[in-house]
């Protein structure tokens, strides 16, 4: 006589269960000090891509926006924990960040330069602000916010620098083509960004 079938759960197949890999998932982006991608997340716990993925789907809808005090956010091509925005004023009562503390509007302008323009090497920065760029510069490396990137191609090329990771999300970035078109940015950028076209153009020619 032939026996009924089980139905047995995917989860009990494939190992750990969702809601188990979700708060292991969870832990792990409680301890890390960066953003942590899908294949990070995957390795650290074990198990396969897609569920992971599942598990984080899990994740986002408890700590979403207007749920908890911690939401979890996609950025600079990972995921991780930041405090809701009910939340911000109280934490900057707390603590100040110190990586966005004391940025002053020239670093600012380097840093846009950079993002859109990297990599981008120091001479060029100086020719589109105007003004000599290695203080500036070198402090935004010092910072974390800005890293070398290889060298001009001629010899002796000058060493050229792009925004890193850190820059991503402390601006709340998931990748840079989320920042906002030159275009877009109003008629008072309209003198630098006639000078980053220039540069652009003479770059390419």
Do not use: K, N
């Not at 991608?37 to 650290?44: C, D, K, M, R, Y």
């Not at 749920?67 to 091509?77: A, F, H, M, P, Q």
């Amino acid at each position: 006589m032939d026996r009924p079938l089980r139905l047995i759960s995917t989860d009990a197949i494939v190992g750990t269960p969702i809601d188990a890999l979700a708060r292991t998932i969870e832990a792990l982006l409680v301890v890390a000090s960066q953003p942590l991608s899908v294949e990070e997340l995957s390795a650290a716990a074990g198990d396969d891509a897609e569920r992971v993925e599942t598990a984080l789907g899990l994740l986002r809808e408890r700590y979403a926006e207007g749920r908890s005090g911690i939401v979890l956010e996609r950025v600079s091509g990972g995921y991780a924990f930041r405090a809701a925005r009910e939340a911000a004023e109280a934490c900057g009562r707390l603590f100040e960040r110190p990586v966005e503390r004391g940025l002053s509007q020239a670093a600012l302008e380097t840093l846009a330069i950079v993002a859109y323009m990297g990599p981008v090497s120091r001479p060029e920065i100086a020719r589109i602000r105007g003004v000599a760029a290695d203080s500036t510069v070198a402090s935004l490396v010092e910072r974390g916010l800005v890293a070398e990137a290889g060298r001009e191609s001629a010899p002796g090329g000058a060493v050229r620098y792009r925004v890193t990771p850190l820059f991503e999300r402390v601006f709340g970035l998931d990748t840079l083509a989320e920042l906002p078109r030159l275009d877009d940015l109003g008629g008072e950028r309209e003198a630098i960004r006639e000078r980053l076209l220039a540069v652009a153009e003479a770059r390419a020619s």
